[in-house]
């Protein structure tokens, strides 16, 4: 069995990506070239004003994950994917038809991921080098950095202010854009989260900075290191070295646990996750469960073509939306929750889909995708190795080409694994529905309904 | 049972093959070199032409400072042999994973195009950790690539350390900064 998953994804993920490959190559490089571009307007735009080098620079984005999407909608068009997902999972829109109905819907989860896993911080700071190297480093020229510095340590009220007003805009333009069905909006809306990300990630730092400047000089910390002594001198009586303990315990989860835990395992995971919304499977809204009157934990259960007979009927048993206060209550609620909603719920819900594929299934997949991670690592090297050392210089001005000619080669097989991956997962899926289907029918004592579930 | 523990099996060498692949692990290409030959890096010549150690730093005709443990003065010559600067101002001893950064600031050497600068970079080391002393050069930048840096044994070994310690009793004069045009 273990053998089975890894041969199929590897394989298979080998077939996708050289059947496709002129397609998904053409795609890729499109998406990088977009990216570039944008990236030299909002360096140039920086001459004018670093605000409007920020603005600009939230194209950026949507370029590179455009490119991703599309090569992912090719590799599960290819696989056939969207005829594997079970008829009540699968969500019905024209997601298949139209690129730009298939962007908006999965753009805000795509650019979520980017965020969580530092992108979004890498190419803020491409933007930042790309300054320095326009003006120097000493130059009076503002550069982003420099006005972000400014409004974070000098106007924070206006910062966050200007984050409240970005926030709230993007809200109402969700809101319209699902009114009215615009498509155009729902890309206004990731290039308004684009810039927001941005803004928070390079300004916000610089508020950390200042809040932990202001923190060291705050007398509880000096109750807390006086706390911290007593009871090292307490330990100390049983000749236990507290503090060499806690150091230890800290560098290990900090060195090794947590690494693993995001590199390895989260990253694939989650990207599968996201995978699976540009395949079509069913989202639902954290705003929608709760507007229903039971805790999300208690309510998702039901939701999922995959859930136990007992969930589904339960699923199934709620009542009508609330009405008067209470509506207006969950309308609330559900502006609230919308902003999780849009980035990180989708890729939740499907993450916990992905997870019911089992431990072998899910060993083999982080085996696989983290084999293409380390491909792609040696490559880095094998190209430093023949380009040999060089300045900075030489390297601000090539190191895009280099990029290039490493991720091009990775980044495609990244996301044929990450289809591949989430067919096998369906398979498997079905696999345990045609079992589970057949095993009521030899047992009298489940009723003739729970049959009719399981083959649902 | 037998799949949680398959899959915990293949998460765990994923991590070590993460962890060995990394490039940020090899961020740098080395160039070795031997004490009294030219060694070429970034379009320059590096040498290393003496190496002298003491306890008692003496600078200027004065005494400055001393150590309980060694001072190593490193003598270093940088020419800009090729048509830029040559700039090597990231020096740092190494004995194993033992690493000495410059007593002083100008412990590395800049040279314009056409010209050669001679430096005695100063150490302070450990007298007890000094087999294979390697002195390492490469350029401080702040923005970041995969760089050159050269690497120039100085004679220190585990077999005459002991000899580097007894003549280390003593005054160590570094000499001053001095630049020329190439010969």
């Not at chain 1, 880095?380 to 060089?390: A, D, M, P």
């Not at chain 2, 050159?148 to 005459?160: D, E, H, P, W, Y």
Request: net charge neutral.
């Amino acid at each position: 069995m273990l053998w089975t998953d890894l041969r199929i994804l590897i394989v298979d993920t080998g077939r996708v990506w050289w059947r496709l490959l002129p397609l998904i190559m053409g795609v890729y490089l499109l998406g990088w070239l977009g990216s570039e571009l944008t990236l030299r307007v909002a360096v140039i735009a920086g001459d004018i004003s670093p605000w409007l080098a920020l603005v600009l620079f939230a194209f950026n984005f949507v370029c590179v994950l455009a490119a991703a999407i599309v090569i992912l909608s090719l590799a599960g068009r290819e696989l056939g994917i969207r005829g594997l997902l079970p008829a009540d999972e699968r969500e019905i829109d024209d997601r298949d038809t139209s690129l730009s109905r298939l962007l908006g819907i999965t753009l805000l989860p795509f650019l979520g991921m980017y965020a969580a896993f530092g992108q979004v911080a890498d190419a803020a700071n491409r933007l930042v080098t790309q300054q320095w190297i326009r003006y120097g480093f000493l130059s009076d020229q503002k550069t982003v950095l420099g006005a972000l510095y400014d409004l974070a340590t000098q106007h924070l009220a206006w910062l966050v202010a200007l984050l409240v007003g970005i926030y709230v805009l993007r809200r109402v333009l969700d809101f319209v854009a699902e009114r009215t069905g615009l498509r155009i909006l729902g890309l206004v809306v990731v290039l308004i989260e684009s810039f927001f990300m941005l803004l928070v990630i390079v300004g916000g730092i610089r508020v950390l900075q200042t809040f932990l400047v202001w923190l060291s000089n705050r007398a509880v910390l000096q109750w807390l290191a006086a706390i911290k002594n007593a009871l090292a001198d307490f330990f100390a009586i049983f000749k236990i070295d507290l503090p060499e303990i806690l150091t230890r315990t800290w560098a290990f989860i900090a060195d090794t646990i947590w690494p693993v835990l995001v590199d390895v395992v989260a990253q694939p995971m989650l990207w599968l996750a996201v995978a699976a919304l540009v395949f079509g499977s069913r989202v639902l809204s954290l705003a929608e469960l709760w507007r229903k009157g039971q805790p999300y934990a208690a309510r998702i259960p039901g939701a999922s073509a995959f859930a136990h007979y007992r969930e589904k009927r339960a699923f199934r048993r709620l009542g009508p939306p609330p009405k008067g206060v209470r509506l207006a209550a969950a309308r609330v609620q559900e502006a609230f929750f919308g902003d999780i909603d849009d980035k990180y719920l989708p890729t939740l819900h499907a993450l916990r889909l992905v997870l019911r594929a089992g431990p072998l299934f899910l060993g083999s997949y982080i085996f696989v995708y983290n084999l293409v991670i380390i491909a792609g690592n040696y490559l880095e090297i094998l190209i430093n190795w023949l380009v040999g050392g060089h300045e900075a210089q030489f390297w601000v001005r090539w190191e895009p080409v280099f990029a290039l000619a490493q991720d091009a080669l990775v980044e495609p097989v990244r996301l044929c694994l990450l289809a591949v991956a989430f067919r096998r997962c369906l398979e498997l899926f079905g696999q345990r529905s045609a079992a589970s289907a057949t095993i009521p029918a030899a047992h009298p004592a489940v009723p003739a309904m729970a049959t009719a579930e399981a083959r649902s | 049972m037998l799949g949680a523990l398959a899959a915990i099996t293949l998460v765990a060498v994923s991590a070590v093959g993460l962890r060995v692949s990394d490039p940020d692990e090899k961020k740098f290409e080395v160039i070795n070199g031997v004490i009294g030959k030219p060694v070429k890096v970034n379009d320059g010549e590096v040498t290393v032409t003496q190496v002298k150690v003491g306890t008692i730093l003496k600078q200027y005709g004065e005494i400055q400072d001393s150590t309980d443990g060694m001072f190593v003065a490193v003598s270093v010559t940088g020419a800009a042999v090729g048509p830029k600067r040559l700039e090597l101002n990231a020096a740092r001893l190494l004995s194993g994973d033992v690493r000495y950064e410059g007593y002083q600031l100008s412990a590395g050497v800049n040279s314009d195009p056409g010209f050669q600068t001679s430096v005695d970079g100063l150490f302070e080391v450990d007298p007890a950790q000094i087999d294979d002393l390697t002195l390492e050069m490469g350029s401080n930048e702040i923005l970041h690539g995969y760089q050159q840096r050269v690497r120039i044994k100085l004679g220190v070994t585990r077999a005459n350390a002991e000899e580097w310690r007894a003549v280390a009793e003593g005054v160590i004069e570094p000499a001053t900064m001095t630049t020329r045009a190439i010969p």
